[in-house]
């Protein structure tokens, strides 16, 4: 574990750990506010957690802390200090210069900036004009252009703010990985759409009553291995994970008494998440490798749990039947194969957050499209709904009515996350991967699911991912766990075995 | 309000929103501590709190506070500057002067004692073994009288503990105050015990079903008052009020099956000094004026809620019907005045948290007795058992069996707080007061309480008291509401009136 002894590194880590601790707070505070915070809490809440950002921002950024990274980073290459030292200075450093570079004042403003763009970005699409939050998109896309200048990039001004979801991912390289990936996705596309097979998604949209639901995903998430004695489940507007400690990891969910996928299948995939958090060596606590080792690497959690376990005939042979108790009348007709059809079924539609497993990425390859060629001056913000529709046809081959159900539908422009989205299919393509290196160590993977058993999944990507957090870039993770780099691959074979079977083809 | 264009007070306010933010950061962390937190979560919150507290602490005691108040201190008494301003100059001057005279290491160690001294009287309370935690509570009283030393004082070092929790209020006139109260009082359970009355407190401990009584206790808050849109109310071990913003106020109550008053009193209690806290002028919000005069004058709402307004005939003239839905089968049989009565049964007992009104006070002047005395250095920790029960002997008629229901029995001076009770009993003798004043102004207040009818006294309570924060000092707010200083009759009275009707005396 982490060198205590050095005193070089107790000083760091002291300041670390406060570091910590301040942000550990804002995560609470955050997690409060969208689950039980009343509606005019957000007067004092706003302030609490801007001064809790300052607070630790003007500790980090000072003189001290840039000395006592200099000085670790000569002497943390000896055989007294081990990988987690290496990666603790190492993400110091990377975030400490990424800091210091960017001016107080322009931190200032564009914090400002995106607070008012969000609020511009909600009025915009419920009134469904984009030309309101056009203006704000190009202060927003000219600030990361000059954040991008700052941080200083080597090829594309976007691979800096790449850099900082997905360490080591450049815009070239995942031009190569998407090429491919938007290649056979359109393929796999085009076979199911000549297929005869429609399965009954309507069973999906009978009547399922909250508690019922509620009750029957809590017992899912336990059975997954969620530790509810370090872990909480509540209700929110949007399904997210909290950590503010590996022993403090919440998730949130949101119900549908009339579409049993939102609460359940987001349940799964948040437990993904909180797994990963809870799973981090206790070690690692109240330092900064107490993370996921990048948002792509966090994604694949989720996104294995809930596709690749959640939604296969092996999880539902178990689960069907302790299912049918959450709405008898309507599931007595129905079998588990029938159900498995419903929960994978692939149509092409307009929203991101509601896509299947296969034109999900399609979704993302149209906004990092859009996004790398805003930051790199190749288009313009104006340009952004007609191309958004045109690569909608292309893709997709369906067009929006209107800028609310598409370019304006993601909050993440208006808060300035550029950079972000591609990591979502970045971790599909890692789940496939590390999915296929799992099925190879158990060989019984269908057997044991199919008996209810979820946990050795849990412990097996726990011992090989979630216990170093962000000791390890991803591409260096990705090799130790799997044996070969990110591969597209992996998740071509896992689109045709699994919706050739299902589609015939 | 605030004098927000002078520069020095521009300064100064700045540095007061940071403090409270952070303050309001530690509130909002208490809260979900004993509410929601996982109970794995505490590894990772102590740190937080910790590092929330040494962070302000920090930022407070600088030099550059002090010279700012100092600067403060001989222009805020221009005419430009308000009552308000003086309040937060005076506050802060105070609090700072505390704060500086207090060696860091001093209160790292105190605090740490505090910590160990507390879970140590935890297990003392479990085994009922006095001697295991005497050690720690000689150690704590040692260090609260060199607190004194450090902090200075005039006559007795009793006195500089006092002033923490009520501002002007010393021993010597506690003890005026006291006495004159334990005559009247010891006086009143005479005659009480004398009386042929016997409330039946049986049907307060019946079947009452928890979401029913939550449901009826939730009415009844609001009605009070309480504004939900700015509140939460929750459950917890132990009933608290937790405020992090005048919009942002937490009740929570602790639910009993089998005895009503557990729930729903302590609903009414807490809600008394939620309402104190959300009716503070919002321009006082981010400073230390956004609290209440002191603990006494806090407890004053909170008493004159649970015990002046929810345990009157009027009351209940209106919510004893709506309570049958709680209990139909057992409440068939009862009228609205059995049940009035059995809510003020009168009964010497063990434990001062579930005390009566008349008794609860020789709780508190027992404990005050003992505990300045033990600062004052005329007893010892090790003579605590049999002073306390000899007085339990001779205030209450009855000794506690083990000392877990005896000197064992509150945390509080485990936690250091020597200073702490006298402000319960403070806070009745001031609800009186306030409460005798109230009636002058609404003659007509028993029929507009029984007619469901309780806005009126949230809102005289908010406009004569509560808005005003901490901007005076108790002596002086009492003025300012009652036209005189505390005086002891109007609970004598209260007593002989309420009481004596009652009991027949």
Redesign the interface.
Known sequence: MLNTKNKAMKKLLKLE??LH??S??KS??GW?QET??????I???A??L???E??GHKKFTRKYTGKLIKELESVVIGPEFSDYDRALVRNLKRDYEQKIKLPAKFVKEFSELASRATETWKKARNENNFSVFAPYLEKIVGMKRKEAKYLGYQQFPYDVLLEQYEPGMTQAKLENIFSELKQYTLETLEKIKQSNVKPKTELLKVHYPAEKQLDFSRKVVESMGF??????M?QSAHPFTSS??P??V?ITTRIDENYLSTCLTSCIHETGHALYEQGIDIGL??TRLADGASYGFHESQSRLWENYIGKSPAFWRFWFDKLKGVSPENLANVNDEEFVLAMNDVAPSLIRTEADEVTYNLHIILRFEIEKDLINGEIEVKDIPTVWNNKMKEYLGIVPESDSAGCLQDIHWACGDFGYFPTYSLGNMYAAQIYHRLCEEYPDLDEKVARGDLLFIRKWLADKIHKYGKTYQPEDLIKMVTGEELNPKYFREYLKRKFGKIYNF
């Open positions: 750990n406060e601790d301040l550990a707070a609470v505070l409060d039980y915070m009343p509606e005019r809490g007067d004092g809440r302030y609490s801007s001064t809790l300052v607070t530790d509810f004695s370090a872990g909480r509540d503010s400690h022993n403090d919440r606590a109240r």
